[in-house]
């Protein structure tokens, strides 16, 4: 990395955030919530205001902006870019659009070899935008590091083939098992496409990575290790070489979290359907954990909430160490006052002793 990348600054290197995912444990536990994190907040509809995702997405200054109203607004120890996993596509040059109450769609869904070989190549000149973001970023972020973000080979793959959002993916399922060689082919492409894209996040002034995988959770183990593992472990590695740390998270992924530490992450964010003291059993008790109050509680009373903080406080001690986060992103309705006052908490608690 550059030497003057913010990395290499102490307020930085000897965060709360990087210090757990170097499996320490800091004098306070970190805190920070996924993916447009700032989404429920009534700035961040004010700044949206006449933009698509999109747009907001590739305008810089704009993104700049989205990605610092969460840590102005509730103190978390990490930003995390404001983005979207269909960006890397759109700057590639791929036909998507993200349609308000729909998700993705894509003008022509990539199904056949012929698909596959016509894709875009991903240029250096067009991750411009994000470099200029995240710069706009780190200069006002001088203590607080930022993680960047883009979306895992399966789950990208699988808005390709679909060609819009479908829970159950059965032209995905098709491709993998019918053409598993066109299937790989799919996923090394969208493999490069991560690591540009993340590469230049990284290299702009990013401290960490994730790789967000949201449907992986849908395969069995054997799918996921012949069929997507070695791909999600192409991004990885890569990312590694530049010395950041990794985060993985996939949703109903207990039964695959092994396998997914095991592709070359640092961090394994966890998901609802694993309490974090099994989670950390599960991996061996050697993986700093991130995780997973269940976004149920955030709607509910300010006791469930208080509760449901303290049950992954205390389970989150069980592991090397602890980064809390929800169980997924942030819903869209969710009072600002209740994640102002999980940071809070978060904050105001004894930090846990390794391992314990």
């Known amino acids: 990395m550059p030497a003057d990348h913010p990395s290499h600054s102490g307020a930085i290197a000897d965060s709360a955030l990087l210090s757990a995912c170097r499996g320490e444990r800091p004098a ?69 659009e993200i349609e308000p109450g729909v998700g993705p769609v894509l003008a022509h869904p990539v199904r056949s070899r012929d698909d596959i070989a016509a894709l875009p190549t991903l240029t250096d000149e067009a991750l411009t935008p994000i470099r200029e973001a995240i710069g706009r970023v780190t200069t006002q972020l001088p ?14 793959a699988s808005y390709l083939v679909e060609g819009r959002p479908n829970r159950t993916h059965p032209r995905t ?12 082919a ?7 496409v991560d690591i540009a894209f993340l590469r230049a996040q990284v290299l702009a002034g990013a401290s960490a990575v994730q790789l967000f995988d949201s449907w992986v959770g849908e395969l069995s183990l054997v799918d996921y290790l012949v069929h997507v593992q070695p791909a999600s472990g192409r991004v990885l ?20 979290l092994v396998a997914m530490r095991d592709a070359g992450a640092d961090v394994m964010g966890v998901g609802a ?23 149920a509680v955030l ?58």
């Open 186 to 192: 799919l996923l090394e492409w969208v493999a490069e």
């Open 28 to 96: 306070r536990t970190p805190v920070w919530f996924m993916r447009q994190a700032g989404r429920s907040l009534p700035e961040y509809r004010a700044a949206r205001e006449g933009t698509t995702m999109l747009e907001s997405c590739l305008d810089p200054a704009l993104a700049a902006e989205l990605t610092l109203q969460p840590v102005r607004r509730y103190g978390v120890d990490a930003a995390i870019f404001y983005s979207d996993i269909m960006v890397p596509l759109k700057l590639a040059g791929v036909d998507v």
């Open 173 to 184: 399922h098709e491709l993998m098992h019918d053409d598993p060689q066109a299937w790989e």
């Open 143 to 156: 203590d607080v590091p930022l993680i960047g973000f883009a979306g895992a080979p399966f789950t990208v």
């Open 299 to 356: 709607a509910g009373s300010p006791e469930a909430v208080d509760a449901a903080v303290a049950a992954v406080l205390t389970a989150g001690g069980a592991a090397p160490a602890h980064i809390v986060n929800l169980a997924h992103g942030v819903p869209k309705d969710t009072d600002p006052d209740v994640l102002a006052h999980i940071v809070d908490l978060v904050h105001g608690a004894p930090a846990a002793v390794k391992g314990h």
């Open 237 to 256: 590695r890569a990312l590694g070489e530049l010395g950041v740390p990794r985060i993985h998270f996939g949703t109903g992924t207990g039964h695959l």
């Open 273 to 295: 359907d694993l309490t974090l003291d099994a989670a950390n059993e599960l991996l061996g008790g050697r993986t700093p954990l991130q995780g997973n109050i269940d976004l």
